[in-house]
């Protein structure tokens, strides 16, 4: 019998994600680093240093990273100033 791989949500820890609760499972197809990246137009190691720095929520799915795309250009948007 096949298992499923293990599916664990990292959230930033950082203090402007603070403010964001978690949401719970992702509404869309998860993306791989290399999607996100082009998705960002950005090198893959761009991707992995947000992600070393806990600055976008992505889903470890047994040893690979899988991201939402709407998530990560939430995460990424500065907010507005007032």
Do not use: C, Q, W
Request: aromatic content about 8%; charged content about 20%; glycine content about 4%.
């Amino acid at each position: 019998m096949a298992r499923r791989p293990r599916v664990v949500l990292a959230y930033p820890s950082s203090p402007a994600a603070a403010d964001r609760p978690p949401t719970g499972p992702p509404a869309g197809p998860l993306a791989t680093v290399a999607e996100v990246a082009a998705f960002l137009r950005v090198h893959k190691a761009f991707v992995y240093a947000h992600v070393d720095d806990n600055t976008i929520p992505y889903y470890r799915v047994g040893r690979a990273l899988r991201f939402d795309l709407a998530a990560v250009a939430a995460a990424l948007t500065p907010p507005p100033e007032a």
